[in-house]
């Protein structure tokens, strides 16, 4: 590669990204997002909005679907091409325009899944009009599972920069499924340093949008239990889910940091690995 810019560079590998998509059938990553948002829905569609831990276990289904979508779009892409990256490095390639080509990439694709991820949401459930800063409940939702997804999309990208290999990116997979399932404060009550590991995961944030947007803590909506005991009634809420402006955005903002921190850390990644070539 003759020696260019950054910002050169960047439309050549975005154009590389495309040929690569549709050559090895990637695409077929967006049917798998259509087909995972049938599956949650069809589980949890007729339960949400009915009592208060039925809709939390919604939203976390519905998270948990697009984190798995984010990071499996990713998780291989840059450790399988690390010997490329070292003789394009070695011709003048810049780490920013490669990362930043796959990060520009991979938000159309996540548009596309999240898009596709919301409609069929709501198609199966029947999501209240309550909206919290957009004026229209929709909007707010698509913008967070978007967002939900980009972000794991991007740390996929992160460990897959980071692994030497691609057996050791899909290894790491599991676990890093699991923390984000562990520290969405939905299965366990976090405290302590779990508290603050939370802080940069995609599920306590995605959590935090998606229960601000629905309303978690309206006192209209019922605990399970009080169906069956209607003299019991809800006393505590989540601050976690208060429906306000700031909640929400600061649900978005941390979404965006966590994207711009594995993008960093992606980049310092190669950049290391690649200093001696």
């Known amino acids: 590669m003759a020696r260019s810019?950054?910002?050169?560079?960047?439309?050549?590998?975005l154009a590389k990204n495309y040929r690569l998509f549709m050559n090895q059938r990637d695409w077929k990553f967006i049917l798998i997002a259509a087909?995972?948002?049938?599956?949650?829905?069809?589980?949890?569609?007729?339960?949400?909005?009915?009592?208060y831990e039925d809709t939390e276990s919604g939203f976390f289904a519905i998270i948990s679907a697009g984190i798995w979508i984010g990071i499996f779009n990713s998780i291989q892409t840059v450790c399988k091409e690390h010997e490329t990256i070292a003789s394009e490095y070695r011709a003048r390639l810049h780490i920013s325009a490669y990362i930043l080509a796959h990060i520009i990439f991979e938000f159309a694709v996540c548009f596309?899944?999240?898009a596709l991820?919301?409609?069929?949401?709501?198609?199966?459930?029947?999501?209240p009009a309550h909206h919290v800063l957009l004026g229209a409940a929709l909007p707010e939702?698509?913008?967070?599972?978007?967002?939900?997804?980009?972000?794991?999309d991007i740390m996929g990208l992160m460990v897959s920069s980071v692994s030497s290999t691609p057996n050791v990116a899909m290894t790491a997979m599991p676990f890093l499924l699991i923390l984000q399932?562990?520290?969405?404060?939905?299965?366990?009550?976090?405290?302590?340093?779990?508290?603050y590991i939370a802080y940069i995961t995609c599920s306590k944030w995605g959590?935090?949008?998606?229960?601000?947007?629905?309303?978690l803590n309206d006192p209209d909506l019922p605990l399970g239990m009080s169906l069956a005991y209607p003299e019991i009634v809800?006393?505590?809420?989540?601050?976690?889910?208060?429906?306000?402006?700031?909640?929400l955005l600061t649900a978005w903002g941390s979404l965006l940091l966590i994207c711009f921190g594995c993008t960093v850390i992606a980049i310092l990644s190669l950049k290391i690995r690649n200093r001696g070539a």
């Open 35 to 51: 087909v995972i948002g049938f599956l949650v829905c069809a589980v949890v569609g007729n339960d949400m909005f009915r009592t």
């Open 234 to 247: 809800r006393l505590s809420f989540n601050s976690a889910y208060d429906p306000t402006v700031q909640t």
């Open 117 to 127: 991820l919301t409609g069929i949401c709501f198609l199966w459930v029947d999501f």
């Open 141 to 152: 939702y698509f913008i967070t599972l978007f967002l939900i997804v980009w972000a794991s």
């Open 181 to 195: 399932l562990v520290m969405s404060g939905v299965l366990f009550r976090l405290s302590g340093w779990a508290k």
């Open 207 to 215: 959590m935090s949008a998606l229960g601000c947007i629905g309303n």
């Open 5 to 13: 810019s950054a910002g050169k560079q960047i439309p050549v590998y």
């Open 112 to 114: 596309i899944q999240a």
